[in-house]
């Protein structure tokens, strides 16, 4: 079955119009967060200025890029429409409580503790100086995996709508990116992840109407079902131990991953957190419906034989008209700038702050590492470049793997050290490392998608290790002061 797909001629001009009317404003929102940024506070978290509606789309626009998009897409075209679930347990787990439980106390604590980054918070808040240098290296690694995945899945946007080779269109995707993050940092990172989320939700809501249009809705699933039940039942073509995993591997990015958590860091207060909530939740629900009902759908257009990372850029010169194609294409390209401005700059952060300035105490202040946070930023970028450029595995994939080890190394220490005032110096150290080889080694025997072990992917046995390590240790080991205790728990 081959799929009758718009020429590239039809809408060429219209979606390299829109593009270049794209690029045009992030340039502007660089130049102007290069303007703002005086200081490292404003470099790191943009000195407390960021309202709710910033904030809100551009936590949304970090958490959802081309990974969801073009990677997760493509997945649900594999396995079916069982991967919907995996949309309800992210609104519930990801958006919702993510901000109602973390966001108050992740922005007082920073605040209580005058951290720069989220690896300089847990380091305060448990006192242990060891343990940075170890988050630092654990976040660089999976964020390198993370951004890895997001532009690889643009770069395969732009070569299939375009027409172009991988390289090329690699190259291009990173120019832009590189530029605006060098520049004006995290408030750059913001607004132009504003911008992003906005122009994400218009695309997505364009592509869900294009496959309505197509497939419609009830008519859609009677003719997926035509392929195989399984994909219109549960699990879906894979197991319950790997639709379990991607739940959870998936729903708990913001309580693991340090860009997404710095993001709260900016807020100008409490209660621009709090009128954020609804904001985001009702984005969420929109991105990901659409990308788990139009992956499945894809089938019925498409066929059941293309490739998992080419199948949502396929689809979508399928079914859209020219305008459209331009249109999602920015709206894919945004969610992917977004999240790869913000990994790189975690990575950058992590190398520069929480390697080398504790490092060099004396040597690089403040106003020092503001300079060399630019260079390390763009090392990370031609980094993350050149491991895209080998696509070491599927978008989804690699994705899973970099979650995977962050949230094992950040989840337990971060939710204990907000509510728990028994957790120790010697229980972060204890529960990061083991928590992060527990991943590396469950991968390494049992592979990335779990496929050794009935599905089960690290996600699992890297939390079960995290928590019980944390917890364990905690109890057996010397408590905190008190009093740093209540300063850095005031809320």
């Not at 639709?243 to 708990?252: A, E, F, Q, R």
């Not at 629900?285 to 490739?307: H, K, N, Q, S, W």
């Not at 595995?393 to 994705?399: E, K």
């Amino acid at each position: 079955m081959q799929p009758d797909l718009v020429p590239v001629e039809s809408y060429l001009a219209i979606a390299v119009g829109v593009f270049i009317l794209y690029v045009a404003l992030n340039i502007f929102i660089g130049l102007y967060g290069r303007a703002r940024t005086k200081t490292a506070r404003d470099y790191y978290f943009a000195s407390h200025s960021v309202g709710p509606w910033a904030i809100a789309l551009a936590y949304g626009a970090t958490c959802y890029s081309a990974t969801l998009i073009i990677g997760y897409g493509g997945l649900s075209y594999k396995i079916g429409t069982s991967m919907m679930w995996i949309a309800a347990t992210n609104i519930l787990i990801m958006t919702y409580l993510a901000w109602v439980v973390l966001g108050k106390r992740v922005r007082k604590m920073q605040e209580n503790l005058d951290a720069y980054t989220v690896m300089e918070l847990l380091t305060k808040r448990f006192q242990n100086p060891k343990v940075r240098p170890i988050l630092a290296i654990i976040v660089m690694f999976s964020m390198m995996a993370y951004s890895v995945a997001v532009l690889t899945g643009t770069a395969r946007l732009f070569q299939v709508l375009f027409e172009i080779e991988f390289l090329v269109a690699l190259i291009i995707i990173v120019t832009v990116i590189g530029f605006y993050i060098t520049m004006g940092g995290i408030v750059s990172t913001i607004y132009a992840n504003f911008l992003q989320g906005a122009v994400m939700f218009l695309g997505m809501v364009v592509l869900l109407v294009g496959v309505l249009y197509r497939v419609g809705f009830t008519s859609g699933f009677e003719r997926l079902a035509e392929f195989g039940t399984e994909y219109v039942s549960m699990p879906g073509t894979s197991t319950w131990w790997f639709l379990i995993s991607l739940c959870l591997v998936t729903s708990l990015i913001p309580w693991g991953m340090p860009q997404i958590i710095s993001m709260l860091y900016s807020a100008k207060n409490v209660r621009a957190i709090r009128l954020a909530v609804p904001i985001v939740t009702v984005w969420s629900f929109v991105i990901l419906y659409t990308v788990y009902f139009t992956g499945p759908m894809a089938r019925v257009v498409l066929g059941p034989d293309v490739e998992t990372d080419l199948v949502m850029p396929t689809l979508f010169r399928a079914i859209l008209p020219s305008l459209g194609i331009g249109v999602v294409l920015s709206g894919v390209v945004a969610a992917s700038m977004s999240t790869a401005s913000a990994t790189t700059l975690q990575a950058s952060f992590a190398l520069s702050r929480d390697l080398l300035q504790p490092a060099f105490p004396k040597k690089i202040s403040d106003e020092t590492i503001l300079k060399v946070s630019r260079y390390t930023t763009v090392l990370m970028v031609v980094i993350a470049f050149a491991l895209s450029y080998l696509r070491l595995g599927t978008i989804a994939d690699i994705f899973n793997f970099g979650a995977a080890a962050s949230c094992a190394a950040f989840v337990p220490p971060l939710v204990c050290g907000l509510f728990w005032k028994r957790g120790t110096s010697k229980a972060i150290l204890s529960s990061t490392v083991l928590g992060f080889l527990t991943v590396l080694l469950w991968t390494f025997f049992f592979g990335l998608k779990g496929q050794g072990f009935y599905g089960i992917q690290a996600i699992i046995p890297g939390q079960i290790v995290g928590w019980l390590v944390f917890v364990g240790v905690s109890l057996v080991t010397k408590q905190l002061p008190r009093e740093h205790i209540e300063k850095a728990m005031k809320y």
